[in-house]
């Protein structure tokens, strides 16, 4: 299994309150990708990374923002929760598949952080 | 953007029948399709995936076919058994080589009845 860890794996705050999930991995890989999955939207993504310090938006990141200082840890801020961000969030890495190499850029996904926002 | 549509939404099959999950997507770019197969609990994983250069992919039970012209690809499980239960995402991305920004389906949940 590709080493990605997600914590908080459950968490449940109020509305408005700020709440940082964080995703590390473990297999240096050079791109990483916060997507939430809801009840038949399947999984958006929101945010992704292509290197430390640069990111860029998702078709849903609208509340969210997300930082990267080292290859390893990718942060994704809800700074004012909304019962609308309600949801599990998964975390995603995939390396460099360019067309010398067989990879095809499989992405690789956390276990998910359940937030529940009341 | 591109969006991508998935049905049926759930299917349940008797084991050792065959199962067939369809997707549709609207970008004429995308050229990368893989399918995603989601246990209870767990993250998605990936299970086959195609390019556009290609019109069929098939390893042992699972295969699945892209038809480009009409821009669908289909997931095909034979001799479906217990352990095919659970949720399948298609997917598509135009630029695999450069980060892949999926674009999943909704997504189809499997059951295998016994």
């Known amino acids: 299994d590709a080493g990605i860890t997600q914590s908080p794996r459950h968490k449940v705050t109020e509305t408005g309150t700020p709440v940082t999930l964080r995703c590390h991995q473990t297999e240096n890989h050079r791109y990483m990708y916060w997507y939430r999955q809801d009840p038949g939207h399947g999984l958006r993504l929101i945010h992704y990374s292509y290197g430390v310090k640069d990111t860029d938006k998702g078709e849903v990141s609208d509340g969210y923002s997300v930082s990267r200082s080292k290859t390893e840890d990718f942060l994704l801020t809800l700074e004012s929760a909304t019962s609308s961000q309600t949801s599990v969030y998964f975390c995603?890495?995939?390396?460099?598949?360019?067309?010398?190499?067989?990879?095809?850029?499989?992405?690789?996904f956390g276990e998910g952080s359940r937030l529940t926002v009341l | 953007g591109e969006n991508v549509e998935q049905h049926p939404s759930t299917l349940s099959v008797q084991e050792g029948d065959s199962a067939v999950i369809k997707c549709t997507y609207s970008?004429?770019?995308?050229?990368?399709f893989p399918w995603y197969k989601q246990e209870l609990g767990k993250g998605p994983q990936l299970i086959i995936d195609i390019r556009s250069n290609v019109g069929e992919k098939k390893d042992q039970r699972i295969a699945v076919t892209l038809n480009k012209t009409a821009k669908h690809f289909s997931l095909h499980i034979t001799e479906t058994q217990p352990e095919d239960s659970a949720v399948y995402f298609c997917a598509a991305s135009t630029s695999p080589a450069a980060g892949n920004k999926l674009t999943f389906g909704g997504g189809t949940r499997v059951l295998v009845k016994p």
């Open positions: 995603a890495i995939s390396e460099w598949a360019g067309t010398a190499r067989e990879s095809t850029g499989e992405l690789f």
């Open positions: 970008d004429s770019a995308s050229n990368y």
